[in-house]
């Protein structure tokens, strides 16, 4: 704490600028041993504290995944909760090295906030719920309906969106915050209650009897959210863009964490090439060559970290949809390595 | 024969008339005085009537005639229909609630922090213990020392623990002990500087004061977290704790420099003449004369501040620290206890661990209000 009081004063004597150190992460997170990786407060399945008070989750895994790549630890990891107010800020002063934070997408931010976009992790969109003893089947069936949303949101304004773009009235009914927002619909205060897809299926299965309510299929936004890294550093990014690859293309491959030591022994040059039998593909990142092994070794590939956080066999029940591989007619696709 | 007029012996005492003792009485006197006294009655016990049943069966666990599903209960029991709080959860996750992120093969660490404290508040708090002279340099000296390394870990081969890890009820004290530890002496010294003489001290200290009274501690929390960081050299962080920490022990040492003041105030004039008479020295008669008294004037006032501090603390959650109301409100997001209850039980629970503390606050104040009382009340 002493030694970092006087190198603010110090720094902030000479007058230093905030240029000089953007590039090399690598080499930072190498030289402290960890990366801080940016997280939510708590949204289950994504990034929250397990039953062992220990953050898990899809987006947790991206952080460990990253460790894995370089440390061969994925506990390399140090996490700082952050709001969403202060995400941005705290990526581009340095304190964190990923930003893996439900952040959407958007060009907005991808062109002016200094930050860049490694990939979607995952593939969201707004959806509703009502209540199965309405007897509504399709979102267009929700003509003059009351709607709960937490107001200041996207949600709110692709709802509008929606309703005026099909022709269809709604009363909205807002509130500041998404447990006020799901009381009001238990309680009957409107019919329907819309936010992303994701968080409505965690919300479902908080319900007394979940049976009750019902998902409609129609997604009306796209809302793909995927990890930052700061703009200006290119190998850190490329680090984290490929380790997002590395693990669709793992799932892909059909390597996973139980068999991939037999894997090393594959005849299929794209197995081979992945974990680092064949060719010199780590090495451009900085990385050792065995990169994408690692991280296969002690993450998974992406289908099984998906399944094992939000997949149809947990709590949140979230099916693969658009997030299966695009072999499966879903979204995730990697770029082919060699 | 003998004739009197008057009676020969005593009449027996007689019971008071129903009417003017006992319950009926007492009841006729402030339940049912007059016709408005009888309807505002009727409607009172109805209420409570109507409201303290639910309010029972919510908190009160299975073999206490509530609803409650105690510790120990399932996840299930808590998701049935018509469950109220569902304790079993809050028990589950207590060492989150606790420790926060803490590793668990290091819990001894926070606890023997506890422990410590326990043992050095204690005889502090208690006039009659002796040694309060050391007892003091301990707590306020060597004990915040003793934490710092304890928890945070690198030396004496303990295991390293940022702070980011720290949470929970930990944080939550670690925050308003050292607020209110750390806001006193400065809260003093501003106050004293503000009735200063000297043109540019007075200048500083009012300056001081007005800025930090003016602005919201939420904002003072954002600055902190948000902005600060933008004004530093790429690299360079502050531990956000540390930020949470200096923003709310200046901020509470603003309200406490006012509060100060007014005691200071409410001292007679010949006070300070008397100790410039018997020739000490500024700081001698603040420390012999002045503050002692002027102090006792305002505990009422300084305890308000820290009760107002401890709950203030509650709002570090907002930039992403986990003190005791924000490990609530994530686990009231975890999935595996996800039930109708979930959040409600563990607003309950925060809500019965922050009145602990301040009742206690409050209550030691009151009793020490009255040992201090030599004659003044008025």
Partial sequence: ?338 | MSLSYVREEMVPPQPAPVRTTGVIAWARQNLFATPFDAVMTVIGVAFLIWAIPPIYNFIFPTFLGGDAVPPGGTVEDCRAAGAGACWAYISARMSFFIYGFYPPAEYWRPNLVFLLGALLIVPLLWPRAPFKRINALLFFVVYPIICYYLLNGGVFGLRRVPTEQWGGLLVTLIISLVGIICSMPIGILLALGRQSKLPIIKTLCVMFIELWRAVPLITILFMASIMLPLFMPQGTTVDKLLRALVGVTLFSSAYLAEVIRGGLQALPRGQYEAASSLGLSYWKSMGLIILPQALKHVIPGIVNSFIALFKDTSLVSIVGIFDLLNTVQAASSDINWSSPTQAVTGYLFAAFVFWIFCFAMSRYSIWMERRLDTGHKR
């Fill in chain 1, 1 to 338: 704490m002493q030694n970092k009081v006087l190198t603010i004063a110090l720094a902030a004597g000479l007058g230093l600028t905030a240029t000089a150190a953007h590039a090399q992460t690598l080499d930072a997170v190498k030289a402290k041993g960890y990366i801080q990786c940016g997280v939510t407060g708590g949204v289950p399945g994504f990034s929250a504290p397990d039953a062992n008070n220990v953050w898990a989750g899809l987006e947790v895994d991206f952080c460990r995944a990253v460790a894995a790549a370089i440390f061969d630890d994925p506990d390399a990891v140090r996490y700082t909760p952050l709001t969403s107010q202060e995400r941005f800020a705290a990526l581009s002063a340095g304190e964190i090295d990923i930003l893996s934070r439900t952040t959407t997408w958007t060009m907005s931010r991808d062109t002016d906030l200094g930050i860049s976009f490694v990939g979607t992790m995952y593939y969201d969109g707004q959806g509703f719920m009502v209540r199965v003893e309405d007897g509504i089947e399709s979102a267009l069936d929700l003509s003059g309906a009351a709607v709960c949303i937490e107001s200041g949101t996207t949600t709110e304004l692709n709802a509008a969106d929606y309703f005026a773009a099909n022709g269809m009235d709604f009363t909205p009914v807002v509130f500041t915050d998404q447990d006020e927002v799901v009381k009001a619909f238990e309680d009957g205060r409107c019919d329907v209650y819309t936010t992303d897809a994701s968080a409505l299926a965690a919300e479902r299965s908080k319900f007394g009897t979940p049976d009750d309510y019902v998902i409609l299929p129609e997604i009306i936004s796209k809302e793909p959210l995927g990890p930052v890294v700061r703009q200006g550093d290119d190998q850190w990014f490329k680090i984290n863009r490929w380790a997002y690859y590395a693990l669709v293309e793992a799932e892909e491959l059909g390597v996973t964490q139980a068999n991939v030591d037999e894997m090393l022994g594959s005849d299929n040059p794209a197995v081979r090439r992945l974990l680092g039998v064949e060719g010199e593909f780590g090495t451009p990142l900085g990385l050792t060559n065995d990169w994408a092994y690692r991280i296969v070794k002690h993450i998974g590939n992406y289908g099984e970290s998906y399944d094992r956080h939000v997949g149809p066999n947990t709590e949140i029940g979230l099916e693969r949809g658009l997030n299966a591989l695009w072999t499966d007619g879903g979204l995730q696709y990697a770029m082919p390595i060699r």
